[in-house]
C-alpha cells in the first residue's frame, strides 16, 4: 500500500516550457487534490476534485490545467511555466472529500522554473 | 472572513521540553480542526483532528491538542519534545462557505536543540 504517490520528485524548466505532474493513490479515494507550498504562504489549494469525473478550482488556479483520469489518477499540468510558478507541489487525497474527512499527502515534487 | 491563525512563525525548544503551539480561528459555529506535520522533505501527516465532544484531543507521536471555545483556540502540546520532532506544523480547519476545502494556517516551524 504505497498511500500516495507523485513523480516527478524534482524537476527543472525553463520558461515557457510544459510539464505533467502526475498523482496517484491507492486506498480507492474519492477525492483528490493539489497544493502548492511557497515559504511564508503556507499551503494554497489549486485545483480539486472531488469524484471522478468532476475538477473545481481552488485558490490559485491560474497557469494550471488538472485531469482527474481515473480514481486513481490525478495530474496537474502546466501549459507554459513561469518563474512564479516555481514552488513544492504535493498531491493528497481523501476518502470522501468533506472538509471533516483526512486527507493523505503525498512526498511532494520540487519545480524549479527558470 | 473565516481564519485559522499560528500567531509564531518559529520555535525552538531543547529536546525534553515541553511544546506548545497555538492555533486560533474564527468562526461562530464549533468548528471541525486539525494539525499537520511536515518532516523534512516529506508531505503532510495528520496528527490529530477535533470534531466534537471530548476538548482534549489525543493524537499520533504523543501529541494532544485541546479545544477551547471561549479563547477560539485549539492548540498543540507535547510534555516532552524529541529530536525527530523537527518539522513543520500546520493547523487547519474546513471552509465554511465550501467544506470541500480546508482553510490552513500558515504553520509553524519548530527547532529542537539536542
Known amino acids: 500500500n504505497a498511500g500516495v504517490t507523485q513523480t516527478p520528485k524534482f524537476q527543472v524548466l525553463k520558461t515557457g516550457q510544459s510539464m505533467t505532474l502526475q498523482c496517484a493513490q491507492d486506498?480507492?479515494?474519492?477525492?483528490m487534490y493539489w497544493y502548492r507550498q511557497d515559504p511564508g504562504m503556507g499551503l494554497r489549494l489549486i485545483y480539486y476534485?472531488?469524484?471522478?469525473?468532476?475538477?473545481d478550482k481552488g485558490e490559485v488556479p491560474n497557469g494550471y490545467n488538472v485531469s482527474r483520469l481515473n480514481k486513481r489518477e490525478f495530474s496537474l499540468r502546466l501549459e507554459s511555466a513561469a518563474p512564479s510558478q516555481t514552488s513544492v507541489y504535493f498531491c493528497?487525497?481523501?476518502?470522501?472529500?468533506?472538509?471533516?474527512?483526512?486527507?493523505?499527502f503525498g512526498p511532494g515534487t520540487r519545480l524549479t522554473v527558470l | 472572513a473565516q481564519s485559522v491563525t499560528q500567531p509564531d512563525i518559529h520555535i525552538t525548544v531543547s529536546e525534553g521540553a515541553s511544546l506548545e503551539l497555538r492555533c486560533n480561528y474564527s468562526?461562530?459555529?464549533?468548528?471541525?480542526l486539525f494539525w499537520y506535520v511536515q518532516s523534512p522533505g516529506q508531505g503532510l501527516q495528520l496528527l490529530l483532528k477535533?470534531?466534537?465532544?471530548d476538548t482534549l484531543v489525543q493524537g499520533i507521536k504523543g501529541f494532544e491538542a485541546e479545544f477551547k471555545r471561549s479563547q477560539s483556540s485549539f492548540n498543540l502540546r507535547k510534555p516532552s519534545v524529541h529530536w525527530s520532532d523537527a518539522a513543520e506544523y500546520f493547523c487547519?480547519?474546513?471552509?465554511?462557505?465550501?467544506?470541500?476545502?480546508?482553510?490552513w494556517g500558515l504553520g509553524t516551524s519548530l527547532a529542537v536543540n539536542p
Open positions: 493528497a487525497s481523501s476518502a470522501d472529500g468533506t472538509g471533516t474527512d483526512t486527507q493523505y
Open positions: 486506498m480507492n479515494h474519492n477525492s
Open positions: 476534485s472531488a469524484s471522478e469525473g468532476t475538477t
Open positions: 468562526y461562530g459555529a464549533t468548528p471541525y
Open positions: 477535533y470534531f466534537s465532544g
Open positions: 487547519a480547519a474546513p471552509n465554511a462557505g465550501n467544506n470541500r476545502k480546508l482553510i
